[in-house]
């Protein structure tokens, strides 16, 4: 995390994107947040990825992983993670909507050109949907041109899926981070959303998980911008433990007095991202 940058700083921060986005009520009012130019993420020289035009990362999301929320408030971030099968997506959306909860979803190029149809629930949804690369590999394995690559391409699936503008935020596969790495992401305007805790509900029972564990995980690492990783899938296991935990890892958050609160939140406009 980037020291120096103060909580009013990051509130200040969010209370211009909110100005950005004056009308909208509520996480579902930011589902129509789109790109001038669909092909935005491509265009141009050199190897920025995304246009200048719209919210952009605030510079106390840039420059290290991310890993906790530069805020004191008790609120906590819900995401999930989709590269595998869609078998809890419709679980997972029905709960959120049901508890009007907001989260952001990291699905891979590959999965939105497989799964399209999910990934466009997601975004009907309302919810943000970032990058996790196009092919899921480690990136300490890459050079930049296969990272750039790499976002690219998965910027371009999940565009074409959705039919709306992903988001600047970017997780990296098998959470394989460097200052090199989130450098390289970084030029391409992303920041680099990393998790608190994993609740590796996606290992399923025969990777020796329960449901109880994995509420346990998200559980113990509550804290003031925690960010909290779970999967939409189950690898193959066809139990999705992270849809039958998160109303449990919901109930709890708020009985400790957490706001599950929207990634989205801490974009600023372009001209604030410094």
């Not at 909208?24 to 050199?46: E, I, M, N, V």
């Not at 899926?161 to 992303?190: I, M, Q």
Request: contains cysteine.
């Amino acid at each position: 995390m980037r020291s120096g940058v103060t909580v009013v700083d990051v509130e200040r921060r969010s209370a211009l994107a909110g100005l950005a986005w004056a009308g909208c009520t509520g996480f579902a009012g930011l589902a129509g947040f789109t790109s001038s130019s669909a092909a935005a993420a491509t265009a141009g020289p050199g190897r920025t990825a995304r246009a200048a035009a719209g919210p952009r990362p605030p510079a106390s999301l840039l420059g290290d992983e991310i890993r906790r929320l530069p805020t004191s408030r008790k609120v906590l971030a819900l995401t999930f993670n989709a590269a595998w099968d869609v078998d809890g997506i419709d679980a997972v959306l029905a709960e959120l909507r049901r508890r009007r909860l907001p989260a952001t979803f990291f699905p891979t190029g590959e999965f939105a050109e497989a799964r399209p149809a999910a990934v466009r629930s997601i975004a009907d949804a309302g919810h943000g949907l970032g990058n996790h690369s196009y092919s899921h590999p480690s990136f300490d394995d890459l050079g930049t041109a296969e990272r750039t690559r790499e976002v690219r391409a998965a910027d371009e699936a999940i565009r074409a899926a959705s039919g709306v503008e992903p988001l600047p935020f970017f997780r990296f596969p098998y959470s394989s981070t460097s200052p090199e790495t989130v450098a390289d992401v970084n030029e391409l305007g992303y920041a680099a959303i990393e998790f608190s805790a994993d609740t590796n509900g996606y290992l399923g029972p025969k990777g020796g998980m329960t449901v109880g564990k994995a509420v346990e995980r998200a559980v113990d690492a509550f804290a003031p911008g925690a960010i909290i990783q779970m999967h939409v899938g189950s690898n193959g296991a066809g139990v999705v433990l992270d849809a039958e935990a998160l109303p449990l890892i919901a109930d709890a958050a708020l009985a400790d007095g957490y706001e599950v609160i929207d990634l989205r939140q801490f974009l600023v406009p372009a001209a604030e991202a410094r």
